[in-house]
C-alpha cells in the first residue's frame, strides 16, 4: 500500500473538513471493538482514514499514552478482525503527554471483511461506510462484496422477473427488496437472486441502509 506521511499541518487541514465516508475521529480507544468495525467499513467501501486523538467535531486535543491507545487498539485489530486489515499506522506527537494516531486503511482484497463474534471464529458481521456512518451490510451487500471481488462480468436472462425490475424503477425513484418482492409476486429468495444478479450486472445500484436498502437505476 502506498504509505503517506502526515504532518501536524496536514491533520490540522484534513479535520476541518470533518467527517466523512473515507474519515473517522475517535478521541480513545475505551471500546477497540467499536473502533474496529469503522475500520472494517472502510475496508469493505473506498479504504478511509481513522484519526485517534481527535474529538467528534475536529478538534485535534490529543490523548494520554497514544503508545498505549495503539496498543490495545492493534490487539482488537489482530484478534477480531477476518480476513486480515491492511492498514498503516502514524503518531504524531502534540506535546510530551498527549499524540495522535493517524490509521490509513486501504480497501480489502478479499471481501467482505468482518468483524468476528469472537476472537475463536471467523464468523461475524459486515460493516460499509455510508457517510459518516458505517451500517451493518445486508445478506444481499455481503454477497455482492463477495462477487464483485472477482471482476468478471455477470450475464444474464432478461425476463419476467427483469422486466417489472425496471417497471417499477421507472415510476420509482428507488424500491427495497420488499417492495419489489411484494410487487412482482416473486418470494423475498428470489428477488434477493434478481437483484443481486443486476447490481453485478451494473444494471441496477445499490444503497445500504439501516433498515432495508434501497435499490435504483443506473
Not at 491507545?69 to 491492511?86: C, G, H, K, T, Y
Not at 468476528?116 to 445478506?139: F, H, I, M, N, W
Request: glycine share 6%; charged share 30%.
Amino acid at each position: 500500500m502506498t504509505i503517506e506521511f502526515w504532518s501536524l499541518q496536514r491533520l490540522n487541514e484534513i479535520t476541518k473538513k470533518g467527517e466523512g465516508v473515507r474519515l473517522e475521529f475517535k478521541k480513545k480507544a475505551n471500546f477497540p471493538d467499536k473502533i474496529v468495525k469503522e475500520l472494517v467499513a472502510f475496508a469493505n467501501t473506498q479504504g478511509g482514514i481513522l484519526l485517534l486523538g481527535v474529538d467528534d467535531d475536529g478538534t485535534v486535543s490529543g490523548t494520554r499514552d497514544i503508545e498505549g491507545e495503539v496498543f490495545v487498539l492493534e490487539q482488537a485489530i489482530d484478534s477480531l478482525i477476518w480476513p486480515r486489515l491492511n492498514y498503516s499506522l502514524q503518531i504524531l506527537k502534540l506535546n510530551e503527554k498527549k499524540g495522535v494516531a493517524v490509521l490509513q486503511v486501504e480497501k480489502g482484497d478479499k471481501l467482505p471483511l468482518q468483524l468476528r463474534d469472537s476472537p475463536d471464529t471467523r464468523a461475524g458481521k459486515v460493516y460499509v461506510r455510508v457517510g459518516e456512518q458505517s451500517l451493518q451490510a445486508s445478506k444481499e451487500m455481503r454477497e455482492i462484496l463477495r462477487r464483485r471481488v472477482k471482476a468478471k462480468d455477470t450475464q444474464f436472462t432478461f425476463g419476467e422477473k427483469e422486466r417489472k425490475l425496471m417497471e417499477l424503477l421507472e415510476n420509482n425513484s428507488a424500491i427495497t427488496l420488499t417492495e419489489y418482492a411484494k410487487a412482482a409476486n416473486l418470494s423475498k429468495f428470489m428477488a434477493s437472486r434478481t437483484l443481486i444478479k443486476l447490481v453485478l450486472s451494473n444494471v441496477v445500484e445499490i444503497q445500504p441502509e439501516e433498515g432495508q436498502d434501497l435499490y435504483f437505476r443506473k
